[in-house]
């Protein structure tokens, strides 16, 4: 399946398309010196949100498809030079709306978890 949202996105800032299905989407973030918030190399929490949020739009992947509302949880925190994948599934569809539910690890362990409800309007927004 071939990504059809988000085609500009700095992926180097917000994930590598790893798994693309329908209604699913795994993405990869390796954090690095950009990223960073402090001099112990903690990761902006805005990094890992830019991944989950990307990741939920790649699982629905539609041309259109923009955030409308989000909620997420970070877990443990994250530092520079980890590895992190998101996996995002849509829950449930119900006309142009989708609800999609993200985890993102490193590893095994779970730093973060949301909820998206996105929109697929029928032209882009800025149309």
Not at 48 to 66: H, K, P, Q, T, Y
Not at 111 to 123: D, I, N, Q, Y
């Amino acid at each position: 399946m071939q990504l059809r949202t988000h085609l500009e996105i700095d992926r180097s800032l917000s994930g590598e398309i790893v798994e693309l299905s329908k209604n699913y989407a795994k993405l990869r973030l390796r954090t690095d010196d950009r990223m960073v918030a402090d001099q112990w190399g903690l990761i902006h929490g805005g990094f890992i949100f830019s991944l989950a949020d990307f990741c939920a739009m790649a699982a629905v992947n539609e041309a259109n498809v923009v955030l409308a509302q989000a909620s997420i949880k970070f877990l443990k925190p994250v530092k520079v030079g980890d590895e992190l994948l998101a996996e995002g599934r849509v829950e449930r569809s119900e006309g142009k709306k989708r609800w999609v539910k993200v985890e993102v690890k490193r590893g095994e362990e779970k730093v973060a978890e949301g909820e998206f409800f996105c929109l697929v309007p029928e032209k882009h927004v800025l149309s």
